[in-house]
Each structure stands twice: as structure tokens, then as C-alpha cells.
């Protein structure tokens, strides 16, 4: 490791090489946190390596993660040390989503609130299937089972809110204030599709339909 991190780290690649995929990204784009990174790294590769040297040879495997020696009977990539680590990460982000989750499903006041979820979602989703693969453990969601699910969370949020403006309209006869909420979540909706273009598919379609309701006024 010594000599990637000498020739090659100030381009971050012993960071990818450790599949610490942020800090590689950084030393990519600062030359190695310009150069006092790479040194820094570089040093501690070279001592890292007498050290090693020092070591009694022997069989065994190391940890992909730390470089720490494996014991012989468990049948893992990673030491307990780092495979531990992992698992209370993955139950972190676990109940991050959970409590997420458990946020859409009560509700949001603005159409805003469900796409900034449906992206801290879609962020918990991704660590998650990266942490399994390490840790052996199945994801709760496949992340194109997640978005079909927030996609239908959000037309049914749309929905409501039409349903809503319709039944409140047939009650108090002001088609006037019908008009007006519909047209205020028509403007919510470009807004939506202004600030959260990757939803753009999910939020066109919503946007018709709620005009289409309000020309039929």
C-alpha cells in the first residue's frame, strides 16, 4: 500500500482502494488536500509497512477494511472489529429510515416535504444495500420497490388533496375558494417540479390532473 499511496495517492486512490469512497472523491479534487493529505498518508503507509514486516509470516487472511489480521475461523472478509462497526451502522440508518418512513406515512403539510423524504430515503436505501453486502443481512427495500411505493405515496397525497377541495366545495358552495386551492396546488406542484427535477415524470402527470379538475369547475 505503500507505493499506491506514494505514486498514486494524491489522486486519492488508496482511498478508493479502501472502498472509502468520499475521501478518494476529495483527494481527487484537491491533489491530496493539496499534498499535506498524501504526505500525511504517505508516512503512515511507510511505518505501516515496517510493521507489517515485523509481524511473524505466517498463514491468515486481513481485513479488507483495517488491514487488521483475521482470525482462521470466521469465515468473513472483515475482523470483528470493523464487521461490528458495520452492523451499528446499518441499525443506525435502519431506524433513521424507519422513523422516515413513519413520517410519510402520517403525512406532510406540503407536496415538498414527501420528495425531501422520498431523498433522505433514497440516500438510506443505497448505504444500506452497500453495508450488506458486507455485513450479510437483506435491506428492507430494494430501491426500485422504494420508489414505486413513494410514487404512489405522493399521487395519493395529490389525490387527497383534490378529494378534499372537492368535498369541502360541496359543502359550502364557494366554488370560488374551490378554484383557488386548486390553483395554489397547481402552483405547488411546478414548484415541485422546479426544485425537484429528477421527480419530474412523477409530478407532470399530477399537474394535469389537478388543471383538468379546476377547467371542469
Known amino acids: 500500500m505503500f507505493f499506491i499511496t506514494f505514486f498514486f495517492g494524491v489522486f486519492g486512490v488508496h482511498h478508493f482502494l479502501r472502498r472509502h469512497y468520499g475521501l478518494g472523491v476529495l483527494y481527487f ?5 493539496i499534498g499535506i493529505g498524501w ?14 514486516s515485523d509481524e511473524p509470516r505466517g498463514g491468515g487472511r486481513r481485513c479488507r477494511q483495517c488491514g487488521r489480521r483475521i482470525e482462521p475461523r470466521r469465515n468473513s472478509t472483515l475482523c470483528a472489529h470493523c464487521e ?6 446499518y441499525l443506525q440508518i435502519s431506524k433513521h429510515f424507519t422513523r422516515v418512513i413513519d ?23 443505497e448505504q444500506m444495500w452497500d453495508l ?3 455485513i450479510d443481512v437483506e435491506p428492507p427495500f430494494h430501491q426500485r420497490d422504494l420508489r ?9 397525497a395529490v389525490s387527497m388533496r383534490i378529494s378534499m377541495a372537492l368535498e369541502k366545495s360541496q359543502i359550502t358552495m ?13 402552483e405547488e406542484l411546478i414548484d415541485c417540479k422546479y426544485h425537484f427535477p429528477k421527480y ?15 377547467n371542469k369547475i
Request: charged share 35%; proline share 2%.
Open 29 to 33: 479534487f484537491t491533489a491530496g488536500l
Open 39 to 52: 504526505l500525511v498518508d504517505t508516512v503512515r503507509a511507510f511505518i505501516a509497512m515496517f510493521k507489517t
Open 84 to 89: 461490528e462497526k458495520m452492523e451499528q451502522e
Open 103 to 125: 413520517e410519510v406515512e402520517k403525512g406532510q403539510p406540503h407536496l415538498e416535504g414527501y420528495l425531501r423524504r422520498f431523498d433522505i430515503l433514497n440516500k438510506d436505501v
Open 132 to 134: 450488506a453486502q458486507d
Open 148 to 156: 414505486q411505493a413513494m410514487d404512489r405515496k405522493f399521487v395519493e
Open 174 to 186: 364557494d366554488v370560488t375558494k374551490l378554484r383557488q386551492e386548486l390553483m395554489d396546488l397547481t
Open 200 to 214: 419530474a415524470e412523477l409530478i407532470a402527470p399530477m399537474i394535469e390532473k389537478t388543471k383538468e379538475t379546476l
